[in-house]
Protein backbone atom coordinates (compact mmCIF):
# COMPACT_ATOMS: atom_id res chain seq x y z
CA UNK A 1 0.00 0.00 0.00
CA UNK A 2 1.44 3.48 -0.87
CA UNK A 3 2.26 5.25 2.52
CA UNK A 4 2.19 8.59 1.35
CA UNK A 5 -1.03 9.95 2.15
CA UNK A 6 -1.05 8.59 5.78
CA UNK A 7 2.22 9.89 5.66
CA UNK A 8 1.31 13.23 4.55
CA UNK A 9 -1.90 13.33 6.60
CA UNK A 10 -0.18 12.86 9.79
CA UNK A 11 2.41 15.05 8.87
CA UNK A 12 -0.16 17.84 8.21
CA UNK A 13 -2.02 16.83 11.58
CA UNK A 14 1.38 17.66 13.84
CA UNK A 15 1.81 21.10 12.27
CA UNK A 16 -1.89 22.27 12.70
CA UNK A 17 -2.98 23.80 15.45
CA UNK A 18 -4.60 21.73 18.51
CA UNK A 19 -8.34 22.72 17.13
CA UNK A 20 -7.88 21.77 13.93
CA UNK A 21 -6.97 18.11 15.16
CA UNK A 22 -9.87 16.46 15.57
CA UNK A 23 -11.33 18.25 11.89
CA UNK A 24 -8.13 16.35 10.34
CA UNK A 25 -9.07 13.14 12.22
CA UNK A 26 -12.47 13.32 10.57
CA UNK A 27 -11.29 13.75 7.47
CA UNK A 28 -8.28 11.12 7.71
CA UNK A 29 -11.61 8.58 8.36
CA UNK A 30 -13.65 9.35 5.65
CA UNK A 31 -10.90 9.05 3.11
CA UNK A 32 -9.61 5.77 4.31
CA UNK A 33 -13.66 4.70 4.49
CA UNK A 34 -14.05 6.18 0.55
CA UNK A 35 -16.77 8.70 2.03
CA UNK A 36 -16.47 11.11 -0.86
CA UNK A 37 -19.07 13.14 -0.11
CA UNK A 38 -18.45 13.29 3.17
CA UNK A 39 -15.03 13.66 2.88
CA UNK A 40 -15.67 16.58 0.11
CA UNK A 41 -17.43 18.78 3.00
CA UNK A 42 -15.08 17.98 5.89
CA UNK A 43 -12.40 19.29 3.32
CA UNK A 44 -14.74 22.86 3.16
CA UNK A 45 -15.70 23.75 6.33
CA UNK A 46 -11.12 22.97 7.33
CA UNK A 47 -10.69 25.06 4.21
CA UNK A 48 -13.18 28.20 5.54
CA UNK A 49 -10.94 28.10 8.95
CA UNK A 50 -8.74 30.98 8.71
CA UNK A 51 -6.39 28.74 10.68
CA UNK A 52 -6.08 26.18 7.89
CA UNK A 53 -4.88 28.55 5.68
CA UNK A 54 -0.87 27.87 4.94
CA UNK A 55 -2.15 24.12 4.52
CA UNK A 56 -4.62 24.66 1.52
CA UNK A 57 -2.32 24.69 -0.97
CA UNK A 58 0.02 21.37 0.14
CA UNK A 59 -3.30 19.39 0.85
CA UNK A 60 -4.76 20.62 -3.04
CA UNK A 61 -1.26 19.15 -4.36
CA UNK A 62 -0.82 16.14 -2.74
CA UNK A 63 -3.94 14.91 -1.33
CA UNK A 64 -7.49 16.33 -2.70
CA UNK A 65 -5.94 15.74 -6.63
CA UNK A 66 -5.41 11.88 -5.67
CA UNK A 67 -9.26 11.42 -5.80
CA UNK A 68 -10.25 14.56 -7.39
CA UNK A 69 -12.19 12.71 -10.50
CA UNK A 70 -14.51 11.11 -7.28
CA UNK A 71 -15.80 14.10 -5.69
CA UNK A 72 -18.26 16.84 -7.34
CA UNK A 73 -16.30 19.10 -9.83
CA UNK A 74 -17.86 22.21 -8.78
CA UNK A 75 -16.49 21.46 -4.69
CA UNK A 76 -13.71 20.83 -6.11
CA UNK A 77 -12.85 24.26 -8.19
CA UNK A 78 -14.39 25.71 -4.98
CA UNK A 79 -11.43 24.11 -2.92
CA UNK A 80 -9.40 25.14 -5.31
CA UNK A 81 -10.16 28.42 -5.11
CA UNK A 82 -9.88 28.73 -1.26
CA UNK A 83 -6.22 27.18 -1.94
CA UNK A 84 -5.26 29.71 -4.41
CA UNK A 85 -5.50 32.24 -1.91
CA UNK A 86 -2.68 31.33 -0.34
CA UNK A 87 -0.28 31.56 -3.88
CA UNK A 88 2.17 33.85 -3.52
CA UNK A 89 1.13 36.61 -6.37
CA UNK A 90 -1.62 37.12 -8.91
CA UNK A 91 1.23 35.28 -11.66
CA UNK A 92 1.73 32.40 -9.61
CA UNK A 93 -1.90 31.96 -8.89
CA UNK A 94 -3.24 32.73 -12.82
CA UNK A 95 -0.62 29.22 -13.33
CA UNK A 96 -2.38 27.46 -10.64
CA UNK A 97 -5.72 28.01 -11.44
CA UNK A 98 -5.03 27.21 -15.48
CA UNK A 99 -4.36 24.13 -14.54
CA UNK A 100 -7.03 23.70 -12.17
CA UNK A 101 -9.28 24.71 -15.35
CA UNK A 102 -8.18 22.40 -17.57
CA UNK A 103 -8.30 19.53 -15.31
CA UNK A 104 -12.14 20.12 -14.96
CA UNK A 105 -12.59 21.25 -18.77
CA UNK A 106 -14.86 17.88 -19.57
CA UNK A 107 -18.16 17.23 -20.92
CA UNK A 108 -19.67 16.28 -17.48
CA UNK A 109 -18.38 19.11 -15.44
CA UNK A 110 -18.77 22.54 -17.74
CA UNK A 111 -20.83 24.30 -14.66
CA UNK A 112 -17.00 23.38 -12.71
CA UNK A 113 -15.03 24.45 -15.61
CA UNK A 114 -17.06 27.75 -16.00
CA UNK A 115 -16.95 28.66 -12.24
CA UNK A 116 -13.04 27.95 -12.74
CA UNK A 117 -12.55 29.76 -15.86
CA UNK A 118 -14.00 32.81 -14.46
CA UNK A 119 -11.67 32.37 -11.72
CA UNK A 120 -8.96 32.87 -14.22
CA UNK A 121 -10.75 35.86 -15.82
CA UNK A 122 -10.35 37.72 -12.44
CA UNK A 123 -6.60 37.34 -11.99
CA UNK A 124 -6.31 38.35 -15.65
CA UNK A 125 -8.37 41.60 -14.93
CA UNK A 126 -5.69 41.87 -11.68
CA UNK A 127 -2.77 41.70 -14.06
CA UNK A 128 -4.45 44.15 -16.53
CA UNK A 129 -4.76 41.59 -19.54
CA UNK A 130 -7.93 42.80 -20.48
CA UNK A 131 -7.86 41.06 -23.51
CA UNK A 132 -7.67 37.17 -22.73
CA UNK A 133 -9.67 37.83 -19.61
CA UNK A 134 -12.69 39.15 -22.14
CA UNK A 135 -11.90 36.02 -24.33
CA UNK A 136 -12.56 34.22 -21.41
CA UNK A 137 -15.56 35.99 -20.51
CA UNK A 138 -16.97 35.45 -23.19
CA UNK A 139 -16.61 31.86 -23.46
CA UNK A 140 -17.92 31.51 -19.99
CA UNK A 141 -21.12 33.25 -20.99
CA UNK A 142 -21.23 31.39 -24.26
CA UNK A 143 -21.23 27.84 -21.99
CA UNK A 144 -23.95 29.47 -19.65
CA UNK A 145 -26.34 30.54 -21.97
CA UNK A 146 -26.83 26.18 -22.79
CA UNK A 147 -27.54 25.65 -19.16
CA UNK A 148 -31.17 25.84 -18.38
CA UNK A 149 -30.27 25.92 -14.85
CA UNK A 150 -27.05 26.24 -12.85
CA UNK A 151 -25.73 26.87 -9.61
CA UNK A 152 -25.90 30.32 -7.98
CA UNK A 153 -22.68 30.35 -7.29
CA UNK A 154 -21.15 30.03 -10.51
CA UNK A 155 -23.60 33.01 -12.19
CA UNK A 156 -22.86 35.05 -8.88
CA UNK A 157 -18.91 34.72 -10.12
CA UNK A 158 -19.53 35.51 -13.48
CA UNK A 159 -21.51 38.71 -13.04
CA UNK A 160 -18.92 39.95 -10.30
CA UNK A 161 -15.97 39.25 -12.87
CA UNK A 162 -17.78 40.64 -15.69
CA UNK A 163 -19.08 43.76 -13.74
CA UNK A 164 -15.27 44.35 -12.72
CA UNK A 165 -14.43 44.08 -16.01
CA UNK A 166 -16.80 46.77 -17.52
CA UNK A 167 -15.83 48.72 -14.53
CA UNK A 168 -12.22 48.87 -15.68
CA UNK A 169 -13.41 49.41 -19.29
CA UNK A 170 -15.14 52.48 -17.66
CA UNK A 171 -18.51 50.93 -19.55
CA UNK A 172 -20.37 52.49 -17.01
CA UNK A 173 -24.27 50.81 -18.49
CA UNK A 174 -22.77 47.40 -18.76
CA UNK A 175 -20.80 47.72 -15.10
CA UNK A 176 -24.58 48.78 -13.84
CA UNK A 177 -26.57 45.91 -15.25
CA UNK A 178 -23.65 42.95 -14.43
CA UNK A 179 -23.03 44.23 -10.67
CA UNK A 180 -27.12 44.80 -10.39
CA UNK A 181 -27.16 40.43 -11.54
CA UNK A 182 -24.59 39.91 -8.93
CA UNK A 183 -26.39 41.00 -6.13
CA UNK A 184 -29.25 39.64 -7.39
CA UNK A 185 -27.49 36.50 -7.23
CA UNK A 186 -25.93 36.23 -3.30
CA UNK A 187 -27.43 36.91 -0.04
CA UNK A 188 -26.16 40.75 0.65
CA UNK A 189 -25.76 39.63 4.67
CA UNK A 190 -22.83 37.68 3.38
CA UNK A 191 -21.22 41.36 2.36
CA UNK A 192 -19.17 43.31 4.90
CA UNK A 193 -20.61 46.59 5.36
CA UNK A 194 -17.58 48.48 4.05
CA UNK A 195 -18.39 45.99 0.72
CA UNK A 196 -21.54 47.09 0.74
CA UNK A 197 -20.82 50.48 0.62
CA UNK A 198 -18.84 50.42 -1.65
CA UNK A 199 -21.31 48.10 -3.80
CA UNK A 200 -23.63 50.85 -3.30
CA UNK A 201 -21.30 53.80 -4.09
CA UNK A 202 -19.70 52.46 -7.61
CA UNK A 203 -23.63 51.28 -8.54
CA UNK A 204 -24.96 54.94 -7.78
CA UNK A 205 -21.98 56.68 -9.23
CA UNK A 206 -22.61 54.32 -12.56
CA UNK A 207 -26.00 54.95 -12.84
CA UNK A 208 -25.28 58.87 -12.65
CA UNK A 209 -23.01 59.03 -14.97
CA UNK A 210 -23.96 56.63 -17.89
CA UNK A 211 -25.24 57.77 -21.29
CA UNK A 212 -27.92 54.49 -21.27
CA UNK A 213 -29.66 54.69 -17.70
CA UNK A 214 -32.23 57.09 -17.54
CA UNK A 215 -34.50 54.83 -14.97
CA UNK A 216 -32.94 54.57 -11.69
CA UNK A 217 -35.85 52.04 -10.14
CA UNK A 218 -33.88 48.76 -9.81
CA UNK A 219 -31.37 50.74 -8.14
CA UNK A 220 -33.56 52.93 -5.60
CA UNK A 221 -35.64 49.92 -4.56
CA UNK A 222 -32.13 48.13 -4.07
CA UNK A 223 -31.68 47.49 -0.13
CA UNK A 224 -27.86 47.76 -1.31
CA UNK A 225 -28.47 51.52 -1.09
CA UNK A 226 -29.52 52.18 2.22
CA UNK A 227 -26.28 51.59 3.09
CA UNK A 228 -24.99 54.69 2.08
CA UNK A 229 -27.53 56.18 4.79
CA UNK A 230 -25.45 58.28 7.63
CA UNK A 231 -21.91 57.45 5.95
CA UNK A 232 -20.08 60.49 4.09
CA UNK A 233 -21.30 59.41 0.67
CA UNK A 234 -25.07 59.46 1.96
CA UNK A 235 -25.21 62.58 -0.35
CA UNK A 236 -24.96 60.34 -3.19
CA UNK A 237 -28.30 58.51 -1.99
CA UNK A 238 -29.87 62.03 -1.83
CA UNK A 239 -29.12 62.56 -5.63
CA UNK A 240 -29.90 59.49 -7.15
CA UNK A 241 -33.78 60.68 -5.55
CA UNK A 242 -33.39 63.57 -7.08
CA UNK A 243 -32.25 62.45 -10.23
CA UNK A 244 -35.65 60.45 -10.25
CA UNK A 245 -38.18 63.07 -9.57
CA UNK A 246 -36.41 65.56 -11.70
CA UNK A 247 -35.98 67.92 -8.78
CA UNK A 248 -33.58 70.73 -9.74
CA UNK A 249 -33.53 72.76 -6.45
CA UNK A 250 -31.89 69.63 -4.86
CA UNK A 251 -29.45 69.24 -7.31
CA UNK A 252 -28.06 72.51 -7.28
CA UNK A 253 -27.82 72.17 -3.52
CA UNK A 254 -26.12 68.51 -3.68
CA UNK A 255 -24.02 69.54 -6.53
CA UNK A 256 -21.60 71.08 -3.90
CA UNK A 257 -20.90 67.85 -3.34
CA UNK A 258 -19.36 66.58 -7.13
CA UNK A 259 -15.51 67.36 -6.30
CA UNK A 260 -15.45 64.93 -3.71
CA UNK A 261 -16.29 62.26 -6.44
CA UNK A 262 -13.89 63.05 -9.58
CA UNK A 263 -16.06 60.66 -11.94
CA UNK A 264 -18.88 62.57 -11.17
CA UNK A 265 -17.39 66.04 -11.20
CA UNK A 266 -16.04 65.22 -15.01
CA UNK A 267 -19.07 64.73 -16.38
CA UNK A 268 -20.56 67.85 -14.44
CA UNK A 269 -22.04 68.72 -17.71
CA UNK A 270 -23.73 65.79 -18.77
CA UNK A 271 -25.49 65.16 -15.68
CA UNK A 272 -26.89 68.62 -15.91
CA UNK A 273 -28.10 67.40 -19.08
CA UNK A 274 -29.41 64.33 -17.26
CA UNK A 275 -31.68 66.20 -14.68
CA UNK A 276 -32.95 68.16 -17.39
CA UNK A 277 -34.10 65.65 -18.90
CA UNK A 278 -35.72 63.99 -15.88
CA UNK A 279 -37.13 67.30 -15.19
CA UNK A 280 -38.92 67.50 -18.43
CA UNK A 281 -40.32 63.52 -17.79
CA UNK A 282 -41.21 64.58 -14.55
CA UNK A 283 -43.14 67.90 -16.03
CA UNK A 284 -45.69 65.92 -18.29
CA UNK A 285 -45.81 63.28 -15.70
CA UNK A 286 -47.39 65.65 -13.32
CA UNK A 287 -50.08 66.98 -16.03
CA UNK A 288 -53.24 64.59 -16.31
CA UNK A 289 -53.06 62.40 -20.04
CA UNK A 290 -55.76 64.66 -21.53
CA UNK A 291 -53.52 67.92 -21.07
CA UNK A 292 -49.87 67.36 -22.57
CA UNK A 293 -49.33 69.78 -25.26
CA UNK A 294 -46.88 72.18 -23.67
CA UNK A 295 -45.21 74.92 -24.88
CA UNK A 296 -41.84 75.08 -25.23
CA UNK A 297 -42.10 77.87 -22.73
CA UNK A 298 -43.52 76.24 -20.49
CA UNK A 299 -40.76 73.24 -20.84
CA UNK A 300 -38.49 75.89 -20.31
CA UNK A 301 -39.83 77.15 -17.21
CA UNK A 302 -40.20 73.56 -15.73
CA UNK A 303 -36.56 72.58 -16.77
CA UNK A 304 -34.10 75.65 -16.59
CA UNK A 305 -33.37 74.91 -20.21
CA UNK A 306 -32.60 78.15 -22.75
CA UNK A 307 -35.79 78.38 -25.06
CA UNK A 308 -33.15 78.22 -27.85
CA UNK A 309 -32.37 74.86 -26.30
CA UNK A 310 -35.88 73.64 -25.69
CA UNK A 311 -36.40 71.99 -29.03
CA UNK A 312 -33.04 69.50 -28.85
CA UNK A 313 -33.79 68.46 -25.43
CA UNK A 314 -37.40 67.24 -26.53
CA UNK A 315 -35.58 65.12 -29.21
CA UNK A 316 -33.25 63.69 -26.99
CA UNK A 317 -35.54 62.59 -24.64
CA UNK A 318 -38.39 61.23 -27.80
CA UNK A 319 -34.92 59.52 -29.11
CA UNK A 320 -34.00 58.33 -25.56
CA UNK A 321 -37.53 56.26 -25.59
CA UNK A 322 -38.67 58.59 -22.17
CA UNK A 323 -41.19 59.87 -24.13
CA UNK A 324 -43.66 59.59 -26.92
CA UNK A 325 -44.68 62.15 -29.14
CA UNK A 326 -44.30 64.99 -31.94
CA UNK A 327 -43.40 68.95 -31.42
CA UNK A 328 -44.78 71.39 -33.93
CA UNK A 329 -42.20 73.60 -34.78
CA UNK A 330 -44.23 76.28 -35.78
CA UNK A 331 -45.85 76.98 -33.08
CA UNK A 332 -43.32 75.44 -30.19
CA UNK A 333 -45.44 73.24 -28.86
CA UNK A 334 -45.16 69.66 -27.55
CA UNK A 335 -47.61 66.93 -27.69
CA UNK A 336 -46.87 64.16 -25.79
CA UNK A 337 -49.00 61.03 -25.36
CA UNK A 338 -46.57 58.44 -23.43
CA UNK A 339 -43.63 59.22 -20.80
CA UNK A 340 -41.72 56.47 -19.36
CA UNK A 341 -42.77 54.45 -15.71
CA UNK A 342 -40.57 55.20 -13.31
CA UNK A 343 -40.36 54.26 -9.06
CA UNK A 344 -42.28 57.13 -7.51
CA UNK A 345 -41.52 58.54 -3.96
CA UNK A 346 -44.06 59.64 -1.83
CA UNK A 347 -44.16 63.49 -3.14
CA UNK A 348 -44.62 61.77 -6.31
CA UNK A 349 -47.31 59.46 -5.14
CA UNK A 350 -49.35 61.56 -3.27
CA UNK A 351 -49.28 63.92 -7.03
CA UNK A 352 -50.91 60.99 -8.08
CA UNK A 353 -53.48 60.65 -5.70
CA UNK A 354 -54.50 64.39 -6.07
CA UNK A 355 -54.45 63.42 -10.02
CA UNK A 356 -56.88 60.51 -9.42
CA UNK A 357 -59.20 62.59 -7.11
CA UNK A 358 -59.50 65.35 -9.88
CA UNK A 359 -60.36 62.73 -12.29
CA UNK A 360 -62.79 60.66 -10.14
CA UNK A 361 -64.56 64.32 -9.70
CA UNK A 362 -64.38 64.41 -13.42
CA UNK A 363 -66.47 60.98 -13.99
CA UNK A 364 -68.92 62.31 -11.13
CA UNK A 365 -69.50 65.31 -12.91
CA UNK A 366 -70.18 63.66 -16.32
CA UNK A 367 -72.49 61.18 -15.18
CA UNK A 368 -74.27 64.19 -12.94
CA UNK A 369 -74.64 66.00 -16.84
CA UNK A 370 -75.40 62.86 -18.25
CA UNK A 371 -78.30 62.19 -15.63
CA UNK A 372 -79.62 65.64 -15.94
CA UNK A 373 -79.82 65.94 -20.16
CA UNK A 374 -81.33 62.75 -20.62
CA UNK A 375 -84.06 62.38 -17.80
CA UNK A 376 -86.57 61.97 -20.49
CA UNK A 377 -84.71 58.80 -22.06
CA UNK A 378 -84.87 56.86 -18.60
CA UNK A 379 -88.30 57.99 -17.80
CA UNK A 380 -89.43 56.87 -21.34
Given at each position: MDETI????????ENAPADLTQALLTIEEYWDRKLWHQLTDALGEYFDNPASASQRLP????????????????????????????????SERLV???????????????????????????VKLRLQDFDSARKDLDKAESILDKFDSIETIVHAAFYKTNASYYKAKLDFGAYYKNALLYLACIDLNSLSPEESQTRAYDLSVAALISDSIYNFGELLLHPILE?????????????????????????????NNLPKCPELEEHKTFLWQKISLSALTE???RRPAHDRAMTFATISNETHVQPQEIEILIMKALSLGL?????????QIARINWVQPKVLDMKQIDSMRL?????DSSVNQLGHWIEGVGKDVWAA
Open positions: PNFLAEQRFLRVFILSFAEKINQLKFVSLGLSAATQCEDDFLTHLTEKVDKPPSQDAYVYALVAVSDSLTNTEHAWLRELLFAFNRGDLGAYTVLEAVFLRGSIDQVARLKDW
